[in-house]
T-cell receptor, first 112, second 113 residues
Framework: GENVEQHPSTLSVQEGDSAVIKCTYS??????FPWYKQELGKRPQLIID?????GEKKDQRIAVTLNKTAKHFSLHITETQPEDSAVYFC???????????FGSGTRLQVQP | DSGVTQTPKHLITATGQRVTLRCSPR?????VYWYQQSLDQGLQFLIQ???????AKGNILERFSAQQFPDLHSELNLSSLELGDSALYFC????????????FGPGTRLTVL
């Protein structure tokens, strides 16, 4: 089955800096890659997603890049703010099996 | 608010007991997914239903079962509970079995004492 690895497990940045979180996946048939933000005790909230026919997608301060050949995708957050502090999860799914396989999460701490 | 609702919010019970968690998907969504989130296992897929039928199974224990009703709400039944079943249980829904966005409910926190 699919395996998603996520790095780093923790990330501390200064306010205004950029943050990058990386994920690799094992199943070459995976074609959908969402990123979720989860605050303590709350639901995972989708912040951005990308499909395999696109190499990059941007939404204001958040961007995701996908390298299908290398089977990895990354989340980029620019101009970080204290409210960006949370746990971020990458995930992958494939056609015919829509269930998401999640990475282990990255705890992002933005220091004011 | 994602539009997905889950009840109850919290559940405290004893080992060996049985509980039922309920999920109502977003209006119009046919697919329901159940995920378990524990401290040491992260977010794990349990089971998926589409329009009343089981569509995919993940790491779901035999003590656990689920169903989706004609009105599309879903229930996750956990029986012979063990301490290790303590976790957050999330339900998510999407509009079809295509590669669609999954929206998560607020979760049910289960504590087994």
């Amino acid at each position: 089955g699919e395996n998603v690895e996520q790095h780093p497990s923790t990330l501390s940045v200064q306010e205004g800096d950029s943050a990058v979180i990386k994920c690799t996946y094992s199943d070459s048939a995976s074609n959908y890659f969402p990123w979720y933000k989860q605050e303590l005790g709350k639901r995972p909230q989708l912040i951005i997603d990308i499909r395999s026919n696109v190499g990059e997608k941007k939404d204001q301060r958040i961007a995701v890049t996908l390298n299908k050949t290398a089977k990895h995708f990354s989340l980029h957050i620019t101009e970080t703010q204290p409210e960006d502090s949370a746990v971020y999860f990458c995930a992958a799914s494939r056609a015919g099996r829509r269930a998401l396989t999640f990475g282990s999460g990255t705890r992002l701490q933005v220091q004011p | 608010d994602s539009g997905v609702t889950q009840t109850p919010k919290h559940l405290i019970t004893a080992t060996g007991q049985r509980v039922t968690l309920r999920c109502s998907p977003r209006s119009g969504d046919l697919s329901v997914y159940w995920y378990q989130q524990s401290l040491d296992q992260g977010l794990q897929f349990l089971i998926q239903y589409y329009n009343g039928e089981e569509r995919a199974k993940g790491n779901i224990l035999e003590r656990f079962s689920a169903q989706q009703f004609p009105d599309l709400h879903s229930e996750l039944n956990l029986s012979s509970l063990e301490l290790g079943d303590s976790a957050l249980y999330f339900c998510a829904s999407s509009s079809s079995t295509g590669t669609d966005t999954q929206y998560f409910g607020p979760g049910t926190r289960l504590t087994v004492l």
